[in-house]
């Protein structure tokens, strides 16, 4: 019943990153990839058609044939766009009303690509929403391509020049952190002539991603199991909603089919997961970055020992994680502890949750972060920007999309669950991030980097759950949202901290000339999961066919991305203690960091928000949090254990 969530940002954009505003579109699933649900929940499809629950796009475009009207005048501004190379940073004033004319222009295609991708998630089986997300990217492929020049020649003013230019003309301000990053990257770039050939290459790069897409998702013929009299598909959905299953051996079937068809396929998942890798360790080595993890991080100038700081603090709060699981087992009242037992609910949820019960509880949780936040928060509910229920064709997940002066769009799956609040509010808390910004910063610096985004996400999350401690009504209650508070932990950061261990080391691996294979691959994630689950201790039963759950991660192909759920749950955890306490300043706090976008690096405007990413205390206190909250559970719980 987890429905995890997870940023994605499509690889054309990552691509065309240094050259234009990429739509960072935040948000689907943590662990599985993006596919039509299912099906309609029970009561969604009803509700699906509802006005209240579907977004209204005409406040992005009146109607279709605006939007194919803006798809053509923004075509024509291409070849404009190119012919600014021309005398381009010749003057202050003429460097300025270029790249205003660059902004601007970044601006409606965001626009144009939002509203297009929009509608395709709703429905992917349609094929003029298919044909219209393809016009989008094509669009953004044609403007890239013709301002693929800029970075280069702004390389080429030098600094120098650019902090001259930046003095005589005020004008110039709003684009002076793109200017100071492409100085500081400048020395990571290659000739003009090996970026053209690397660009010309990169469509073929993305191939072995895609190869484990297709397999996954349509070549590989996923087993089916009975379970209660009926045949189940064990394929991404089938196991997703069978690992929760409240009878173990149902989810032990489900987990042994499931990844034994894994193991079939382990060479080619393997061969594409490598190559993958090995991508990175080539990038790092061309443009002289110390290792491949130091070339990913240098996008947002996170230092390196971020991450392996965040790694080796989670190996030594691994003891934390191993409490939770023994607490696990108690609750569900077995013999021993598997990992099949992971996902199945601790205690039955006290009750549904309808959208609007879910957005009463979100307004209600933020109380914390002001009456103005509130009262935002309240206007955006009320914009029709949001796309509710489950429905036929509809993509998986959640994510929110932001458009500059806008209010956000907000795509949900709800399935009146906790788990579907707990996603309306992180959505929510992207989206007011989102609003907070764009309301202070123009449009060049509103775009916050993923370093951030999880925070504000996981921090309106964290206030729901507190609120919910709260509020509980009765003992089964408290120990049911508890129970939900300690199992967001272990998912957000301690399984991703392992996947991102997992990183570290096939790279580290190939850095050091070593060669991958699914087969090794498998080894070295058996050697983790057995880690952190505590196999050794007696705290959990690995069996060797779950060891190909990394060929199940679509988050591999996209490598050092998933570490920032877990530095952002640690953060959350720390901010959200200290708006609990109800300190004005906290509150001030906070709300700067959500202000600033992307006006600033993340790891120093966190250092002077009193948070050190770099040192362990934000991990140590997460762990400390962590035992707390099962401190209470184990109060609530007899005396004496059967
Ligand atoms: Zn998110």
């Known amino acids: 019943m987890k ?17 234009l ?28 058609s509802d006005p209240r629950y579907v977004w209204d796009l005409s406040t992005l475009f009146k109607d279709d044939a605006a939007w194919e009207a803006e798809r053509q005048a923004l075509l024509a501004e291409a070849p404009k766009l190119a012919a600014l190379r021309e005398g381009f940073g010749r003057d ?57 020049w800029v970075d280069g020649a702004l390389r080429a003013l030098g600094p120098e020049r650019i902090e001259a230019f930046l003095r005589a003309e005020p004008g110039l301000e709003r684009h002076r952190v793109r200017l100071q990053e492409v100085q500081r990257l400048a020395r990571h770039q290659l000739t003009p ?28 013929e996923w087993p089916t199991i009975t379970v209660d009299g009926q045949p189940v598909k064990v394929d991404n959905i089938g196991y997703q909603r069978l690992r929760a299953h409240p009878d173990r051996a149902v989810r032990q079937q489900a987990f042994d089919a499931f990844f034994k068809t894994h193991a079939r396929f382990q060479g080619s998942l393997g061969a594409a997961l490598a190559q993958r890798v090995e991508l990175g360790v080539a990038n790092a080595r061309l443009r002289q970055h110390p290792s491949a993890v130091a070339a990913s991080l240098a996008g947002d100038a996170i230092p390196e020992s971020v991450y392996r700081t965040l790694v080796a603090e989670t190996n030594k709060a691994l003891p934390t994680l191993h409490r939770y699981f023994k607490l696990r087992q108690r609750l569900l009242k077995l013999p021993d502890l598997a990992y099949h037992d992971v996902y199945p609910d601790i205690v039955t949820p006290p009750r549904r949750y309808t959208p609007q019960d879910a957005a009463e509880l979100t307004l209600a949780s933020v109380a914390p972060l002001g009456a103005a936040y509130q009262k935002q928060l309240r206007e955006a509910l009320a914009a029709r920007t949001m796309h509710v229920y489950p429905a036929p064709g509809k993509s998986s997940g959640a994510y929110q999309s932001g458009v500059y002066g806008q209010v956000p769009l907000i795509f949900l799956n709800h399935q009146d669950t906790f788990d579907s609040v707990s996603t309306y509010t992180h959505e929510w808390g992207h989206g007011m991030h989102t609003l907070q910004a764009n309301g202070a910063q123009p449009f060049e610096t509103a775009g916050y980097p993923l370093f951030l985004a999880e925070i504000a996400a996981f921090t ?19 120990i049911f949202y508890l129970g939900e508070a300690i199992e967001r932990i272990r998912g957000a950061f301690f399984r991703q901290a392992m996947f991102a261990e997992f990183e570290l080391a096939t790279h580290d691996a190939v ?54 759920y877990a530095t952002s749950m640690a953060a959350a955890t720390h901010f959200t203690q200290q708006l609990l306490t109800g ?32 040192s362990p205390r934000p991990y140590q206190a997460l762990a400390r949090h962590m035992e707390r909250l099962m401190d209470e559970l184990e109060a609530l719980l007899p005396a004496n254990p059967a």
């Open 3 to 19: 429905t995890p969530r997870f940023a994605t940002t499509p690889l054309l954009a990552a691509l065309l990153a240094l050259t």
């Open 21 to 48: 505003a990429a739509p960072a579109r935040a948000d689907d699933d943590f662990d599985s990839d993006v596919q039509p649900a299912a099906a309609a929940a029970a009561g969604g499809a009803a509700a699906a």
């Open 92 to 148: 202050a004033a003429s460097l300025r009303a270029a790249l205003d004319r660059l902004s601007a222009v970044s601006q409606r295609l965001r626009r144009l690509w939002t509203y297009a991708s929009a509608l395709a998630s709703t429905d992917n089986r349609s094929a003029r929403h298919q044909e219209r997300n393809g016009q989008a990217r094509a669009a953004w492929g044609q403007i890239g391509s013709a301002t693929a």
């Open 193 to 220: 002539e090996a970026e053209t050939a690397l660009a010309t290459l990169a469509p073929t790069m993305g191939a072995t991603t895609q190869i484990r897409t297709l397999l996954v998702t349509t070549d590989i």
């Open 460 to 478: 309106h999350e964290l206030l729901l759950a507190d609120h919910m401690q709260k509020t509980a009504k009765t003992r089964e209650e408290r």
């Open 511 to 564: 850095q050091r000339g070593e060669a991958l294979s699914g087969t090794r691959m498998t080894r070295q994630f058996c050697e983790l999961l057995r880690k952190y689950h505590g196999a050794d201790a007696g705290v959990m039963r690995i069996d060797p066919v779950v060891c190909t759950e990394w060929a199940y991660i679509p988050h591999f192909h996209r490598p050092f991305y998933v570490y920032q």
């Open 583 to 614: 300190s004005p300043q906290a509150r001030d706090t906070y709300l700067g960091i959500l202000r600033s976008g992307g006006s600033r690096h993340p790891v120093p405007l966190l250092k002077d928000a009193g948070l050190d990413m770099d």
